[in-house]
């Protein structure tokens, strides 16, 4: 059974940082591309990165890129983000997905970022 687990969230100030991560099991992980999405409140889901299987290219949404990182540890079958220069409207559910091609098969639960003052 594939399982996705996010973790990492919290309520952090503008301007902080935090590392999102996303424990994955069921499937053979380093095989994979990874992608992570987010939901701001009443709005829709926003694709945020991607990382192919063996973690030599990654590729970012415009609206994040050069503040967020991803990256992952195929040894240990994690997935991370990493965000810097955290804003208001980074707020939202952070959700990892498994890809296969370019579909995205299986989501975890979400880890909520609120960014507020």
């Known amino acids: 059974e594939v399982q996705l687990i996010e973790s990492g969230g919290g309520l952090v100030q503008p301007g902080g940082s935090l590392r999102l991560s996303c424990a994955a099991s069921g499937f053979t992980f380093s095989s994979y591309a990874m992608s992570w999405i987010r939901q701001a409140p009443g709005k829709g889901l926003e694709w945020v990165s991607l990382m192919n299987s063996v973690a030599d290219n990654a590729i970012y949404a415009d609206s994040v890129k050069d503040r967020f990182t991803i990256s992952r540890d195929n040894a240990n079958n994690i997935l991370y983000l990493q965000i810097y220069s955290l804003k208001p409207e980074d707020t939202a559910v952070y959700y990892c997905?498994?890809?296969?091609?370019?579909?995205?098969?299986?989501w975890g639960q979400g880890t909520q970022v609120t960014v507020s003052s």
């Open positions: 997905a498994k890809m296969r091609g370019w579909a995205l098969d299986y």
